[in-house]
């Protein structure tokens, strides 16, 4: 969500040709629910299945998207050598 945050408003501000937010077109795809942000469309659900993949199709309608983005870094505990052990 916060990526998605930080490129809507960076779009939005540089673009002078658009004055609308809403009319940024991105797709944000995490595994967990994301408060609305303007000119973000989003899909909770798993990048690497063809459902969500299907889904971020399916909110363009056909039309070209700016941007499609993915955290796909793995949650973390703090703790480094756990992490590093599950993420390998």
Excluded at 36 to 64: C, E, H, R, Y
Excluded at 72 to 84: L, M, R, S
Aim: aromatic content about 6%; hydrophobic content about 40%; glycine content about 6%.
């Amino acid at each position: 969500g916060s990526w998605s945050q930080v490129l809507s408003q960076q779009l939005y501000e540089t673009d002078e040709e658009r004055n609308d937010p809403n009319d940024i077109r991105v797709a944000s795809v995490d595994l967990q629910e994301v408060a609305p942000i303007p000119g973000v469309s989003f899909v909770m659900g798993d990048i690497t299945t063809k459902k969500t993949a299907q889904a971020v199709l399916d909110l363009f309608k056909g039309n070209k998207a700016d941007l499609i983005i993915s955290d796909g870094a793995p949650d973390v505990t703090g703790f480094h050598e756990i992490d590093q052990y599950m993420q390998a």
